[in-house]
């Protein structure tokens, strides 16, 4: 098939990929121009793993095509898929200038059938909008006595990808979430995403407004068990308990299972923070306010100070002159992206305390230098050890596997005062302390 993504980004830059994998001839528009400029010299702009080989792969073939050029781009596919970004509005509702653009962009250009894929996580009712704003454009094309002559249909195809394993959750999806009444469009998404479902059928077909919903929800749910589980592992803290033990006692149990039931330092990332907020505004919007979401936000704002508490602590609440070395900068392992990361939670709560922070993180060093140019008392290095140089104390932010078993005698002999403060519970306690290093995770008993 012929196909056109809009938006070439984490969700717009894999799609696009896996499917001229799969043998389709795929259009990726992009507005910011040296995105596109990059991706023609072959340099990937985001870090996920296994990306590079399949974008150059279908580069090569000529499956694949990169373009600021929107007329060309949106005439080219029958399907048009968008991938642009919807940012939290000041008031925490998305923000769907990006989609609606989009939109316009393609009933300014369209000819002959579209099938238009929401693949943005987008608020219920927002396909009825991408139709409007269609139809206007078509409107004004006739009234310049153009004739688009164009039939569409608007489809909810919320993307499930998890950035760090993008690549592979495209190719091997949970499930398919299709949300269409029309016959003709569904049945040209399920041809589409036929070659990743040799197994079994995967694909979900619902009303276009249940899918809009599934996706916040997913989201929400998981951003829920996060913020229990960061709850109780203060909880734990307090009294006694130790969380893994407790995670591990829960987890056996197959209605709670033991996936993304890790206590840690507040979730991040482009996704949680924003859609638990959308969420929120169109719930408060429709009368029914998610009460239970208030909370999930509040715990994890709260959470992403906690390691700065033990810090604080350690050190008599006294920071000045310290300097903290930070091991982790992205949101999570495996991808650059430093979205509302809770290591620039952390690193802002040190800097106004009078700390300076020496950081590595093995991808997101590039974001991190944009981000923090101006400061002078953070400085980004190359690598684990070089952050320890000088430092007093090390935390740990992301749970990169490079981090999991490091030297402790190194990190020892090089701290002043040998003291881990532990975000992701990477290490044994006992063994820490065998090491006499002063160790603080989060929930656990040391
Ligand atoms: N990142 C994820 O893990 C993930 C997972 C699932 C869903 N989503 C959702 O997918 C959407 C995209 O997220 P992302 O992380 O890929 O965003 P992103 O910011 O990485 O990429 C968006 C891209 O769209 C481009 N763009 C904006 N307006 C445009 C227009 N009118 N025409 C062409 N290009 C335009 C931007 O220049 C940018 O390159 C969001 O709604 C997000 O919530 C993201």
Known sequence: MNLTVIGTGYVGLVTGACLADAGNNVFCLDLNEEKIKQLNEGKIPIFEPGLEAIVKRNEAAGRLRFSTDVAASVAHGELQLIAVGTPPGEDGSADLQHVLAAA????????????????????????????????????????????SGSDFSVVSNPEFLKEGAAVEDFMRPDRVIVGSEDPRAIARLRQLYAPFQRNRERIIVMSVR?????????????????SFMNELANLAEAIGADIEEVRRGIGSDPRIGYQFLYPGIGFGGSCFPKDVKAL???????????????????????????????????????????KIAVWGLAFKANTDDMREAPSQVLIGDLLREGASVAAYDPAAHEAARKI?????NVQIVDGAVEALEGADALAIVTEWQEFRSPDFDAIK??????????????????????????????????
């Open 210 to 226: 249940s899918a809009e919903l599934t996706k916040y929800a997913a989201n929400a749910m998981l951003a829920t068990r996060i």
């Open 280 to 322: 929120q505004r169109s719930a408060d919007e429709a009368g029914r306010p998610l009460r239970l979401l208030h909370a999930v936000e509040a715990v994890n704002e709260a959470q992403k100070h906690v390691l700065t508490e033990k810090i604080r602590a350690h050190f008599q609440q006294n920071l000045k002159g310290k």
């Open 372 to 376: 923090y140019s101006n400061e002078k």
């Open 104 to 147: 316009r962009a393609i009933g300014r250009h369209m000819k002959g059938y579209k099938v238009v894929v929401t693949k943005s996580t987008v608020p219920v009712g927002t396909a009825d909008k991408v139709k409007q704003e269609i139809i206007a454009e078509m409107k004004k094309r006739a009234a310049t006595g153009e004739k």
């Open 413 to 446: 002999a090089k701290l002043k005062s040998p003291a881990i403060f532990d975000g992701r519970n990477l290490y044994d306690p006992p063994a820490l302390k065998a090491q006499g290093i002063a160790y603080y995770p989060i929930g656990r008993k040391t």
